[in-house]
């Protein structure tokens, strides 16, 4: 079982900026696939970034060129730098890991975009 615990969370106004920060509770290893992934009001789940242990990054077309996902395999940490943030990016924002056929999520954290 892994633990993942998001923080950063938080209000900020449009054109804003904030970073979300996903701490693992095992050694992130080359083969784990991270993720972010959000949940806006009413709607459902949908992947926002992802990070192969290779490097390998997808977007969502929503963010590509605001959101930046990176990891630290040392401190068993996945970041979100989320940039020109928008109303739209409202929503609950969940850590995932995915490694050698499971599947875990954090508990997430709320970001919220208004003037």
């Known amino acids: 079982q892994v633990q993942l615990v998001e923080s950063g969370g938080g209000l900020v106004q449009p054109g804003g900026s904030l970073r979300l920060s996903c701490a693992a509770s095992?050694?992130?290893?080359?083969?784990?696939?991270m993720g972010w992934y959000r949940q806006p009001p009413g709607n459902q789940r949908e992947l926002v970034a992802s990070?192969?242990?290779?490097?390998?990054?997808n977007y969502a077309d929503s963010v590509k060129g605001r959101f930046t996902i990176s990891r630290d395999n040392a401190k068993n940490t996945v970041s979100l730098q989320m940039n020109s943030l928008k109303p739209e990016d409202t929503a609950v924002y969940y850590c995932?890991?995915?490694?050698?056929?499971?599947?875990?999520w954090g508990q997430g954290t709320q970001v919220t975009v208004s003037s």
């Open positions: 995932n890991l995915k490694a050698f056929g499971f599947e875990y």
């Open positions: 095992r050694s992130i290893f080359s083969a784990d696939t």
């Open positions: 990070l192969t242990g290779g490097g390998r990054t």
